[in-house]
């Protein structure tokens, strides 16, 4: 097993310095030295929580020359973020990853029972995802973040040489390309004078946190209503600045265009809307392309508000849409848009696995073909014929069942539990599809290992299946299935 899949449990630290929140901050910082601890719980009137550690010192106690006698309740976190005993060192990880904390109080039946430590954590891994994440923080120009951004794959490497799952892999790989991304615009941004609000959203894979190791870019900007034509371009200028950068830290221009630098994908507020509007009421092959990339969108830097806005107007244009009995023309609208989107899902074919005698009389016939008797194709795009099709198949099932006030999660995984509870799944349903969506992201990653340098990275996520062991195949044949079947379920809803 896994070092990080071991319960917290297992790492944590039992004997915690507390104090109450009355204490001075002298006598705290005392009692620390002493215990040669990072870190020190205080307890609160409220009977919650609050924590003061070393790394807080000098923003909070040396720079303001902040008076010893003062109460430690004056510097320290309150609320602290906490996690269940039950956790697992890797949701330990991710939580500090996410939060950007180092030190994190374990909760048993409402009480604190335990206390892990970023350290804690680095002796589980060498390459530890929080070591990269503080060189990100830390990097002060570009030399320094590009030289961040390359040890990300040694990073996907080691964990998997540790038998980390292939989704828990990607979810932090996304977390490290947040923190790269964000650390990139600090850079570009710096000091520059942005008079408007904006908000820089990441798009596709990234928005799902569903990143492996060969990616590009796929990102937008939101501006503020008020927002200029002389500081749109500003802002405008800033984004292609940040693009060009994230395109040498290894992050490769997007091909079709989607980045944050150009018009299409940098709008304000009311024209993202309208936009959005306008591919619900005339769903043309154009829109559903947009709005399979666009619909996928998750805040990375910026201000917030402007994404929370565009979910509820996305979420308040969609409303309806699965429910046959609304007859509203927004619903009708919406209604048609989400046929378009599922005529789009239905026209694409699943390949099928070709049986193993009929591999086995390709194999030995020899030869460099890559067909086989019949015609069919020995190569198969693990991303166009599998994953990307469970992504858009999950998402549309998730828009189709959108709630009052409410935006859809994010990841595929999530949707997925996610209409399983509202029963659009079934269990079973919804087991095969988690199963399919974990195994081929699996095999996409071992490709993905494989080829990440040279010309074979362009075929990163194309395998052959004579490559394959059987057990392999009748995976994917097993999966295909699996997806076929959720075609199925949308054909019949929607098909007509």
Known sequence: MSPLLCPVADLMQTQLLRCPESETLGVALTRMQSARVGSILIDCADTGCGILTRTDLIDRVILPRKNLDAAVSSVMSHPVRTLPVESSALDAMEAMLRWRVRHLPLVSGGEIVGLLS???????????????????????????????????????????????????????????NDALTRQAIHLVVGTSVVDQPWAWISLGSEARAEQTIVTDQDNALILGDATGLAGGHAVQGLARRVNELLDRMGFPLCEGGVMAMNDAWCKTLGEWTREIQGWLLRPNPEAILKASIALDFRWLAG????????????????????????????????????????ASILERNVQPIPSEGVLALREWMGGFGSTIPGGLALLRDLKLHGTSLIVDAVRFLALAHLERHAWIPHSTVDRIRWLEKREVLQDGEAAALRDAFENLTALRLEQQLARSSGSDAQRANVVDLLALNSNQRWMLRRHLQSLESLRDKIRLDFGG
């Open 303 to 342: 201000d917030r508000a402007l994404v929370d806005q565009l979910e509820a107007r996305v979420g308040a244009l969609l409303e309806g849409a699965g429910n046959r009995r609304q007859i509203q023309v927004q619903a009708l609208a919406a209604r048609g848009f989400l046929r378009a989107l599922a």
């Open 118 to 176: 970023e350290h804690d954590l680095m002796r589980q891994l060498r390459n530890s995802p929080d070591r990269l994440m503080l060189s990100i923080e830390r990097a002060r120009d570009e030399a320094q973040l590009g030289s961040a951004a390359a040890e990300a794959t040694a990073v996907a490497r080691q964990l998997h040489r540790a038998s980390l799952p292939a989704l828990q892999i990607a979810r932090i790989m996304s977390l490290l």
